[in-house]
């Protein structure tokens, strides 16, 4: 019986599409698996479907594996070493598509939050604290007529883009290894450098791989307008941490909005006592209907290849 490890507890309807002639495990615990961990899984299971955070890294790999495929759960798999998969002859796939939509929403909601002044708001009013409306309280940036800068055209980047544009009456410049086609009000320019420097909002959106790794940092945000806010909803260590929080100590930037952290689940004492950052705890995809539109994917990338068929999400 072929022996399938599921990381972490997924939406009923996700488990229910795995086939009954798989011997199903679905580990209990909430955090991810250590490299140990990994490693032991490998030796275990003929197949796994892993989730964010999960140690898939190169000693994972280093004794080689009974398992076959990993089905990560997720668009993101910097958590796992593709390189190393591939020489112990296990296939990687992901789900992208389905998180696209939720994820750009994120974004939005961090956005809005960060340059309205969301979270600093509703701490005012549960502090008890707040004196009452007045004109000039608590102004914050308004969005229309503003320039919306992105790195990082992928999926999710064109669905806020599209957001901004028509929803938001923004502008978009953005920076993209390829050439992309670019609707009214988008504009691609050469360098991420190009983006920092003319956005009020920069949009982090590339996925994390080894080139993108403090793809922003101190340099990077040293280029960004004074009154500029940093938003990141893709991978924590794409952006350089310290020097985000130097920049936002120093005023040379406005503020910032993040999903997610270099060092996640932590998240440093600095940022947590400024109040023009919102911190949120990784909800790109956490609605119900995502997730399990996530998980059949990821099922559906097993059934394929249980059945020999291509995979549709093969990375
Ligand atoms: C997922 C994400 O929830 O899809 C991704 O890459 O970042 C998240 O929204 C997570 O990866 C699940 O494993």
């Known amino acids: 019986m072929t022996k399938l490890l599921v990381t972490r507890a997924l939406p009923d309807r996700v488990l229910a599409a795995i086939p009954h002639d798989i011997d199903l495990t679905v580990r209990e615990e909430i955090e991810p698996l250590t490299e140990t961990g990994a490693k032991a ?5 003929d197949a796994i479907l892993p989730t964010l955070g999960d140690a898939f890294s190169a000693k994972a790999f280093a004794e080689g594996a009974r398992c076959d495929i990993l089905a990560n759960f997720g668009v993101g798999y910097n958590h796992i070493d593709v390189e190393a998969a591939r020489a112990a002859e296990v296939v990687v796939t992901n789900t992208p598509g ?3 939509d939720a994820t750009a929403d994120i974004a939005m909601m ?3 939050m960060t340059c309205r002044r969301g979270g600093e708001g509703e701490r005012l009013v549960r502090s008890g604290r707040w ?7 608590m102004l914050g940036l308004h969005l229309g007529g503003k320039t919306l800068g992105i790195i990082g055209m992928g999926r999710i980047g064109q669905a806020v883009a599209k957001r901004a544009v028509y929803g938001f009456g923004m502008d978009v410049v953005f920076h993209n290894r390829s050439r992309k086609g670019a609707g009214a009000r988008m504009r691609q320019l ?6 920092a420097k003319v956005a009020d909002v920069l949009l982090v959106a590339v996925p994390a791989t080894p080139d993108t790794h403090h793809m922003i940092n101190a340099d990077l945000l040293a280029t960004m307008k004074p009154g500029a806010v940093l938003i990141n909803v893709a991978r924590g260590d794409i952006v350089d941490e310290a020097a985000l929080i130097l920049a936002l100590q120093t005023g040379q930037i406005a503020g910032a909005g993040l999903d997610v952290y270099e060092f996640e689940p932590k998240v440093p004492e600095p940022l ?4 023009n950052i919102v911190l949120l705890p990784h909800l790109g995809t956490a609605t119900l209907e995502v997730r399990e539109a996530m998980g059949l994917m990821a099922v559906e990338n097993l059934k394929a290849f249980w059945e020999g068929r291509p995979l549709p999400n093969a990375v």
């Open 190 to 195: 050469a360098t991420a450098e190009e983006v």
């Open 98 to 100: 389905a998180v696209t």
């Open 41 to 45: 899984a490998l030796q275990v299971y």
């Open 272 to 275: 947590l006592a400024m109040e």
């Open 110 to 112: 961090l956005i809005l």
């Open 131 to 137: 004196e009452g409306w007045h004109p000039t309280q």
